[in-house]
């Protein structure tokens, strides 16, 4: 899973080149315990997804983008890790704090479909 700067991520999502492109966006922070447990999870999700070039996995530190905890956003990040799968620079799925890995695919499947 790669991390890039949230202003990289918002160029990706809203263009219009990338249309077709899923992306399973992950907002951490440094200090937050669950995103450590997520972590290994998502990276098997992107593993097992590996062949579909249209599906992007990225990780974004919510704080230093200054989203945690800013309610007056579209993104609304007041949990850490959140989870967000979008198209067509939209919000398909959103999750909150831990999630096995069979219902992060099931997401993912539903996005395919």
């Excluded at 990780?59 to 945690?68: H, S, T």
Aim: hydrophobic share 40%; aromatic share 12%.
């Amino acid at each position: 899973m790669k991390q890039v700067a949230w202003n990289e991520v918002q160029n990706m999502v809203a263009n219009s080149n990338n249309e077709n492109n899923i992306y399973f966006i992950t907002f951490t922070t440094s200090w937050c315990p669950d995103c450590k447990v997520m972590k290994p999870i998502v990276e098997s999700v992107e593993e097992e997804y590996k062949e579909y070039n249209e599906i992007i996995f990225l990780e974004v530190d919510a704080e230093k983008a200054q989203l945690f905890r800013e309610i007056n956003n579209r993104w609304k990040i007041l949990h850490v890790p959140t989870f967000l799968i979008m198209k067509n620079n939209k919000i398909i799925q959103r999750g909150e704090n831990y999630y096995p890995k069979e219902i992060l695919c099931d997401w993912v499947e539903k996005v395919l479909e």
